[in-house]
């Protein structure tokens, strides 16, 4: 399988790589994954991030809607978690922005 470089970074991924993929290959390569961190805060919030992003790339494949046990029906989700989707897939995109940013110029 051939490999692509993630922008100028040199990080590499597979070229059918999904979101979390992406975004383990990036959160490692600018030193954001939680394991790269020992203190228990930076874990936490830096693991809630990897989890959003595994729900996100959840729900972009359909995978993420939730049955409902009771009737064996697909739950829906509504305007207001697509709202939240969108949010917080942009408040990441600048965190990661701003994180390559930051290692670019050294800070």
């Known amino acids: 399988m051939s490999?692509?470089?993630l922008n100028d970074s040199g990080t590499s991924y597979a070229p059918n790589a999904d979101l979390p993929a992406l975004y383990n290959a990036v959160s490692k390569g600018l030193g954001l994954a939680p394991s790269k961190h020992t203190e228990k805060i930076f874990k936490q919030i830096l693991g809630g991030c990897q989890a959003m992003?595994?729900?996100?790339?959840r729900s972009e494949t359909g995978s993420a809607t939730p049955m409902d046990t009771a009737s064996q029906r697909?739950?829906?989700?509504?305007?207001?978690?697509?709202?939240l989707a969108v949010n917080l897939a942009g408040a990441m995109a600048m965190f990661l922005l701003a994180a390559a940013s930051a290692v670019q110029s050294g800070e």
């Open 3 to 5: 490999r692509q470089r």
């Open 53 to 57: 992003v595994e729900g996100l790339g």
């Open 74 to 83: 697909k739950v829906r989700p509504g305007a207001r978690h697509a709202e």
